[in-house]
């Protein structure tokens, strides 16, 4: 259609008061603006995976706890990170690894050239165990479905297990983790497969700094792992 002078400064207003966005009616999707682009099939299963997490009817940490820390980062990355359960830092946020073994991860990831805008982030537990206790062997069974069914909706191609508690969730409980750190292991978590590492925990590196050089190789497998998988 031929447009004349008078409607091309029409239309360049509208789009200039972002006519859109104020006088469209339809719902605004913010999975577009708000969520790193990810289909809104995905943001839909993580958002019912949330839900059904605080929708639990039988859960002691949950009562004691003051927010779900659901996850951080990227839900569109193919690299996934879990850790053990949240801390004091975590709780009063909402969010996994804020506190300063938060602080150490950043740092590791940046060595690698990752930060959270390219990693996603979560852990086994949901909640904070009271006193930062270890959480309990039929606590982590209750949260097993949940962390699975985690995995499988972000479908990463490299999932980091960050210390024993979420190497012995996820891997099995008779395995060490100096034996099993820096070897990559296959699993699936219902359709998605993903290459799995172990390496050990920010926190554990605290109170071990000698063991940074064993954490330093496997930060380096994942960063190889990463350009062989052109991620
Ligand atoms: N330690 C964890 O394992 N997870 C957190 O979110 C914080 C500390």
């Not at 690299?79 to 359960?85: H, N, V």
Request: hydrophobic share 40%.
């Amino acid at each position: 259609m031929f447009k004349n002078n008078k409607s091309i400064k029409l239309i360049n207003y509208y789009k200039f008061i972002n006519y859109n966005l104020i006088y469209n009616n339809a719902a605004i999707n913010r999975y577009k603006e708000d969520n790193f682009g990810i289909s809104e099939d995905k943001f839909k299963n993580l958002e019912l995976l949330k839900k059904s997490i605080i929708n639990q009817k039988n859960c002691n940490l949950q009562k004691k706890a003051k927010n779900i820390v659901f996850s951080d980062g990227n839900p569109k990355s193919k690299i996934m990170l879990i850790g053990e359960a949240p801390g004091a830092n975590e709780d009063q946020e909402g969010l996994p690894f804020v506190g300063r073994a938060g602080i150490l991860l950043d740092k590791m990831l940046a060595a690698i050239n990752l930060d959270r805008k390219n990693v996603y982030i979560s852990n086994i537990i949901n909640y904070r165990p009271p006193d930062n206790r270890r959480p309990t062997e039929d606590e982590i069974k209750q949260y097993l479905p949940f962390i699975s069914k985690h995995i499988e909706i972000i479908n990463p191609k490299i999932l980091v297990l960050l210390g024993s508690t979420a190497m012995n969730a996820i891997v099995g409980k008779d395995v060490v983790i100096s034996k099993m750190r820096g070897k990559w292991l296959e699993k699936k978590f219902g359709n998605c497969k993903t290459s799995v590492i172990i390496t050990f925990h920010p926190a554990f590196l605290m109170r071990q700094p000698a063991q940074k050089k064993m954490a330093w190789i496997d930060l380096k497998m994942i960063r190889d792992k990463k350009t062989n998988l052109k991620i």
